[in-house]
Structure formats: structure tokens, C-alpha cells
């Protein structure tokens, strides 16, 4: 087909230029802010640094949270896988379970899971630290491991049962004349053709863990093991916030997620936009 | 010894519908066996049972001599083509076929000499590296059978494995999917909608039509000797021409009133069905072969009409004569003919309502005959069939 480079065309690209570069605006305040002084920060917050100053990186990376911003990374990260992987292996079996079980109970169950997604967490919040906080949950990266992976099972088993019940059954039934058992099935056929839904799983799940404050606020705040967010708090004061420093941690703290989503872009892509073929 | 043995088999689904009724089948060792029938007709629920894929309500299913009702499908070692080939869409095709011999446990190298051979046979050897989406329809169904041929079990079960394809495709598909069987000689039941997949391909065939196992024998049987008028029409291409057909006596001899025509009934003919002189003073379904109706010999019933069509396929002219006759409109006819289309359905009311019959009549090349011409055309005495209208059985 003849592609024509018409005045239409002209317009339409430069809209969508011009829309980029409003999405940029954030970006360019994040990376100018935070290789500013404190006094240019206020003096002139829109324009671009005099000089580059490095320093607010160093100040936080040495001084973000009890423990410095490299723990508060390892913790956020460890935080995250493995609370995805956790909602992976755990969401998907159950899924499956619901998904390809007719019975009321199952229906019932998937109920139960679809609530857990409507009623919002805040409600069950006291009762659910009375409970870590007796069991010994509370502060460590384990304890919010298990809370997230309870917290977001319902989103999770959500996700997995929709795809699950549009998945042929055809593989199944064909691994089992094949001779493969229940568990064979699972792992070597049914999980890897879950691949699509199993990366917007991960990638949703991860990015709400990985950016949440308020749960690790109130249950490991004052400990050592501080996530990125409750970390970056600690430059802001009720009299002094030293926003080129917080700007500065926030850059570091982007910078995994946005190495992530370079490389695995594609993947990303096909996993939200992808069926099953072949 | 690997025979299949249905014995009363029924199915139920938890909805209450029926899917098979009483279905006694023997599928002797080696044999080709092809379950052909409508949609809904329970053939791939009968299937899905031999394989374990479907629980059986009643009854009991033998494989080899071994009761496997309560047996897990992965224990029964039959192998299964689907109906969409069912490949493992993230394995590549040597792990596609290597797939069953892992579950097994098989050493690595006699996995891949096995499937190095099978890839042979079939003609993959190229394509073991590929993943099924860049395959083709045939390449994919060849992957499919290479997967139920590797494992050497002691049935073959396919699901209208040649449905996907394309028509040379499928022609080419067919011979190679019958010479493999021959070759191998494993047990093998086939399930397909296509009436010339199962007369091709089959050494047996068995119709059904509602879950209820209408007719099974050799192919030839069934097209010569079919067991009633479902078997009759859903059996040969174009299917048999069939008719409303009065039995009279007329000087004490057997004639047959076809609208306001009439031929006496040969002697031979009711030495070979003598049940028709029951029906002496009844209607009965006429039918007759589009290749047992001719032009006109002296001495043989002779049918007066009109053409109203001539198809020409080179080897053959396709003559649609319109005669004045009622046409058979019973149960098993309708649900064949609504199988094909609604419109055929209508088409087939509308020559009820104004008493017209098109028979097709297999003409040899050279016949001159063109459309809107009168012609009279001639039956083969021999090869008339006769159905009772109400039972739909055939009369012998």
C-alpha cells in the first residue's frame, strides 16, 4: 500500500509530538530539580540547573531511610519479587482450580476472591495488624511478602481465571492421553501457555508493591528494613523538605523499574496485547 | 490383542441431555473404523469416552480386554489427534512429539531416535526446530499425527483431524493418514461429518444420527444395503434419490405408482426384497442411486421429466430431472437436509407442496441431454431401494 505524507499527517504527528513532550514535562522537573542547590530549587524551580550539582545523589543515597537507599532498594525488591512470584505460583494454581471446576463451590469461591477485590483494605487494616503483629509478622520483609501476597490473591485469581476460562481444553485433555499427570499438565503444559497473563500478573502487582507507601509505613516504619517509598519520607519535614535531595531519590529509585521496562518491553507488550497462537 | 469394545454405552451429561444411547460396537484389531454421522450425532462424545475424556453413564468400554471405565486416559495408552491439532503452542515440534515418550520417562536418546523416525515417516525432519505457529495446516496436522504415531500405542483415536484443511489438502491428507494405519496397523476409530472421508478412509463404518448407532459395516454394505432411510441419504454423493412410491397389485403383479407413473416391480427384485409384498396397497420412500438412473433401455422402469440442470464434471454429467412425484419429507430427511442448510430445507417443502421430485442422475459424458428438455430416464430394477415411511427401515 502507497503510503501519503499528507498536511493531515503533518498535524497528526506533530499533536502526537506535542503530547509526548507534555508527558516528558514530569521527567525533565524530576532530573532538572534534582541536580539543583536547595536555594535554585526555590530561586528558579522551572529552569534548567546553572551547574550540574551532584551532590543530592550522593546526600541520598547515603542518607534515605535508617539504613541508606541501596537497603531500601534490596528491600523494596525483595519485597516485590517475592511477593510476585508467591501471587504467580499461588494465583495461577488456584485459578485453574475455579476456572476448570463447575461445581457451586468453585463459583462461590471465585465470589469470595471477586469481594476481596471490591472491599478496600483499609477496612480490615486494625484487625489485620492485631494479627501480624501477635504472629511476629510485623517489620520484617517475610510479613509483607505474605500481606501482599494475601492482598493481592483476589486481583490475581481474578486475572488468571478470566484467561483460564477462554483457554482451550484441547492442550489438557491432549496432555493426558499424552500420559502426562495432573502435575506434568500444569507445569509443563497449562502454566507456560498462561505466559501472556502471567507478565500482566507480574506487571501490575509489581508496580503496585514497588510503589506503595502505606503498608509498609504502618508495618515496617521505624525498622531497618524500609522499602523505597517510606524511605524517600524521610526528607520530607513537617518545617523543611529538601526537594532536590527527594527528587534525587526518586531518579534512583525510578531507575530499576525503567532498566526493567527497557528490556523487557517487548515482552510486556505482547503478554498485555497477546492471545494464544499456534 | 488391541479390539474396542462398546457394550450398552450411554452417555448423560449432568443437564440431562443424552448424547448416547445403548451403543454395542466391536472394533476388531487393526481395523480402520470411522464414526460418521450429523452434528450432535454423539459420534465425538463416543470417541471421548474410548479415550477417557469423557465419563461413561452407562454401560462399559473394553480396550483389549481390559474393562477401562475407571481408567485415567493417561493409563489406557490410546493417542488422540484433535480436531485442532491441540500442539503445544510453546514447544517446538520435536518437543511437541517427544512429549508423550517424556512422560514415559524414556531414556533421551531412544526419545529422540524415536522421534527422528517418526519425523521421517512423516516427512518433518526439517521442521523440528520450528514452533507450531509457523507451520502450516497440513505440516500441523502431520506434527499431530507424529505425536500419536511416536508413542506406538494400542489405539488411534482422531477427531475430524482433516476438518481444518483445505479441499486438496484434504484429499492428499486422507490417503496419507489411510496408508500410515495400513501401515502400522493399529486399531484406529475415526470421527468425521464427511460421508466421503469415512467411505474413503474407513475399513468399517458406523452411522449415527441422536446418540443411536444406526447402521455399521463395511463401506460398500452400507452404500449397497443401507439399513434405513437416515443411512440411505446421509451415505453416497449426491445423495440417494428418494421418493413417495405407492405398491399396488395390478393383475396380480407388484407395481409401483410414482405420481401418475407407473412400472411393475421385476421378479428378481422382489425375490431379493420379499418383504414388499407386505406393503402390497401402502406407501412406501422410493429410492434410487443418482448412477442407477439412466437413459432409457427398453424393458426397464422409465420415469418421465424435465431437466432442469446439467452439471458437467468431465468424467460424468450430474442430470437434475424434475419429476411429478411427492418428495419423502420424514424426521431423519429433514434434520439431514437442515444439517446442509435451512434453504434445503425449504426448497424440499416447497416440492412437497407442489408435488415435484429432483432426482440427479449420473450420466456418462457423452449424454446430450440439456436443461429444460423433457427426458425419460430409466431406473436399474436391481438397485431400487424401498423404505417404510413410518419406521424409516430399510425393506428387504
Redesign the interface.
Known amino acids: 500500500m502507497l503510503f501519503r505524507y499528507t498536511h493531515r499527517t503533518v498535524a497528526r504527528e506533530f499533536v502526537l509530538i506535542a503530547t509526548a513532550l507534555v508527558f516528558c514535562i514530569p521527567l525533565y522537573l524530576l532530573l532538572t530539580m534534582s541536580l539543583k542547590t536547595t536555594s535554585e530549587v526555590y530561586t528558579a524551580p522551572l529552569s534548567l540547573p546553572k551547574s550540574l550539582n551532584f551532590s543530592s545523589y550522593s546526600n541520598a543515597w547515603k542518607n534515605a531511610g535508617p539504613s541508606g537507599m541501596g537497603h531500601a532498594l534490596f528491600v523494596s525488591a525483595t519485597m516485590t519479587v517475592g511477593s510476585v512470584v508467591c501471587l504467580i505460583a499461588i494465583g495461577s494454581l488456584t485459578a485453574y482450580t475455579l476456572a476448570r471446576r463447575t461445581g457451586r463451590m468453585s463459583t462461590f469461591l471465585y465470589l469470595l476472591f471477586l469481594i476481596g477485590i471490591i472491599l478496600p483494605f483499609q477496612l480490615g487494616m486494625i484487625p489485620l495488624y492485631v494479627v501480624m503483629r501477635d504472629v511476629g509478622l510485623t517489620g520484617t520483609v517475610f510479613g509483607m511478602i505474605v500481606l501482599y501476597t494475601g492482598m493481592l490473591m483476589p486481583l490475581t485469581v481474578f486475572l488468571y481465571t478470566g484467561f483460564i476460562r477462554v483457554l482451550p481444553r484441547a492442550y489438557e485433555e491432549a496432555a493426558q492421553v499424552d500420559g502426562a499427570n495432573l502435575r506434568r499438565t500444569y507445569t509443563r503444559v497449562v502454566f507456560p501457555l498462561l505466559r501472556p497473563v502471567t507478565g500482566t500478573v507480574a506487571v501490575l502487582t509489581g508496580i503496585i508493591i514497588w510503589n506503595d507507601f502505606f503498608l509498609p509505613l504502618v508495618f515496617l516504619s521505624g525498622t531497618n528494613n524500609e522499602p523505597i517509598p517510606v524511605a524517600l519520607y524521610s526528607f520530607v519535614g513537617n518545617y523543611v523538605s529538601q526537594w532536590n535531595v527527594i527528587f534525587a531519590a526518586v531518579a534512583i529509585s525510578v531507575l530499576p523499574i525503567l532498566i526493567f521496562y527497557l528490556f523487557a518491553q517487548r515482552e510486556l507488550i505482547r503478554g498485555f496485547a497477546g492471545g494464544i497462537r499456534g | 490383542m488391541t479390539d474396542i469394545r462398546f457394550e450398552g454405552v450411554g452417555k448423560v451429561y449432568p443437564d440431562g441431555t443424552r448424547a448416547v444411547s445403548d451403543l454395542n460396537l466391536n472394533i476388531g484389531e487393526g481395523e480402520f473404523t470411522v464414526l460418521v454421522g450429523p452434528s450432535g450425532c454423539g459420534k465425538t462424545t463416543a470417541l471421548r469416552m474410548i ?3 469423557e465419563e461413561v453413564s452407562e454401560g462399559r468400554i473394553w480396550i483389549g480386554g481390559d474393562e477401562v471405565n475407571d481408567v ?3 493409563k ?1 495408552d ?3 489427534v ?3 491439532y ?5 514447544m517446538t515440534v520435536f518437543d511437541n512429539i517427544a ?2 515418550l517424556q ?2 520417562r524414556m531414556p533421551k536418546p531412544e526419545v529422540r531416535s524415536r522421534v527422528e523416525h517418526a519425523a521421517s515417516v512423516l516427512g518433518l525432519t526439517e521442521l523440528l526446530q520450528r ?3 509457523t507451520l502450516s495446516g497440513g505440516q500441523r496436522q502431520r506434527v499431530a499425527m507424529g ?1 500419536a504415531i511416536v ?1 506406538q500405542p494400542r489405539a488411534f ?1 482422531m477427531d475430524e483431524p482433516l476438518s481444518n484443511l483445505d479441499a486438496n489438502l484434504r484429499v492428499q491428507m486422507r490417503a496419507e493418514i489411510a496408508r500410515l494405519q495400513r501401515d502400522l496397523a493399529v486399531t484406529t476409530v475415526y470421527v468425521t461429518h464427511d460421508q466421503v472421508e469415512a467411505m474413503t478412509m474407513g475399513s468399517r463404518i458406523a452411522v449415527m444420527r441422536k446418540g443411536v448407532l444406526q447402521h455399521e459395516g463395511p463401506p460398500q454394505d452400507l452404500y449397497d444395503r443401507p439399513a434405513n432411510l437416515f443411512v440411505a441419504t446421509f451415505i453416497g454423493s449426491p445423495a440417494m434419490n428418494l421418493m413417495r412410491a405407492r405398491l399396488e397389485s395390478i393383475d396380480g403383479r407388484l407395481t409401483c405408482f410414482v405420481g401418475d407413473q407407473q412400472f411393475e416391480l421385476a421378479a428378481e427384485l422382489l425375490r431379493a426384497k420379499p418383504h414388499l409384498e407386505a406393503y402390497r396397497g401402502r406407501d412406501v420412500a422410493l429410492g434410487v442411486r443418482p448412477e442407477h438412473i439412466g437413459p432409457t433401455v427398453a424393458g426397464r422402469p422409465q420415469l418421465r421429466g424435465v431437466v432442469q440442470l446439467v452439471e458437467s464434471l468431465g468424467s460424468e454429467r450430474l442430470v437434475h430431472v424434475e419429476i411429478a412425484a411427492e418428495p419423502v419429507l420424514t424426521d431423519e430427511i429433514l434434520e439431514l437436509k437442515r444439517d446442509i442448510d435451512e434453504a434445503a430445507v425449504q426448497t424440499l417443502q416447497q416440492g412437497h407442496d407442489e408435488h415435484k421430485v429432483l432426482l440427479i442422475a449420473r450420466f456418462s459424458p457423452e449424454a446430450t441431454t440439456s436443461a429444460g428438455e423433457p427426458v425419460a430416464i430409466c431406473l436399474n430394477a436391481q438397485r431400487l431401494h424401498f423404505f417404510d415411511l413410518t419406521t424409516g427401515e430399510a425393506l428387504h
Do not use: T
Open positions: 479415550a477417557g475424556l485415567e486416559p493417561r489406557r490410546v493417542a488422540m484433535f480436531q485442532n491441540a500442539l503445544y503452542p510453546h512429549f508423550p512422560n514415559r514452533r507450531p505457529k505425536r508413542r483415536l
